[in-house]
């Protein structure tokens, strides 16, 4: 399978801890971004890195959230102190090149915090 | 700024017929304009995309939609519809920048 893979595809974890997300993008493609969705809701967007360099980041992304992609090939999203809030699908997508062109998304990385 | 409003959180048809979806857009330049779909616990699906030219635009698994600037509206619509069409759809705009704003999505149910 060759397109956006996504690990864990569920986290179930306890109120203030830690979590990270892994996202693996289509081979070769350049950009990639992080979305939350939660029920009833369309995706929001969060980060979006260009390679390896964090271009934009919503409002949403506070301070306990943080996304890397160090060689500009996987990404991850750790959330601090997780919140009951922060319960939602995290998605992940890719694209390459242009800024018109597709964007894939991945499964996506199912959040609970209890 | 860029919007986007689906009209209508659900909807229902029979199978075979006619499937129509609304979305309404905001944009402040020329938006893009793309159509998604998402099965149970799976990631978004791209149907069909709007950037230039052709208003109608063709996309999988027979859905089109058809761009009017005057309405600034980009329903999507299928002639008949299947039952493995029930799902999630969702409508997104991208103008500047690289965020695609998506609509809060329409629940599509098809009764046999």
């Known amino acids: 399978d060759t397109g956006v893979s996504q690990n864990p595809r569920h986290k179930i974890t306890k109120r203030g801890q830690n979590v990270t997300f892994r996202c693996d993008p289509i081979?070769?493609?350049?950009?990639l971004y992080w979305y939350r969705q939660t029920l009833g809701q369309g995706p929001e967007f969060l980060t979006y890195f260009q390679n390896e360099a964090q271009l934009e980041k919503s409002r949403l992304l506070s301070d306990r959230f943080s996304a890397e992609r160090p060689k500009g090939s996987f990404s991850t999203l750790e959330i601090q102190r997780t919140e009951q809030g922060d319960s939602a699908m995290y998605l992940c997508?890719?694209?390459?090149?242009?800024?018109?062109?597709?964007?894939?998304f991945g499964e996506g990385s199912w959040l609970t915090v209890v | 700024a860029q919007s986007v409003t689906q009209l209508g959180s659900h909807v229902s048809v029979s199978e075979g017929a006619l499937v129509l979806l609304r979305c309404n857009y905001s944009?402040?330049?020329?938006?893009?304009l793309f159509w998604y779909v998402q099965y149970p616990n799976q990631g978004l699906q791209l149907l069909l995309k709007?950037?230039?030219?052709?208003?109608l635009v063709k996309g999988i698994n027979g859905f089109e939609a058809e761009f009017k600037k005057s309405e600034t509206s980009f329903h999507l619509t299928k002639p008949s519809a299947h039952m493995s069409d029930a799902a999630e759809y969702f409508c997104a705009v991208r103008a500047t920048g690289n965020q695609f704003y998506f609509g809060t999505g329409t629940s599509l149910t098809v009764i046999p």
């Open positions: 997508a890719s694209s390459l090149g242009q800024v018109l062109n597709t964007i894939y």
């Open positions: 944009s402040s330049v020329p938006p893009y």
């Open positions: 709007y950037t230039t030219g052709a208003t």
């Open positions: 081979s070769e493609h350049n950009r």
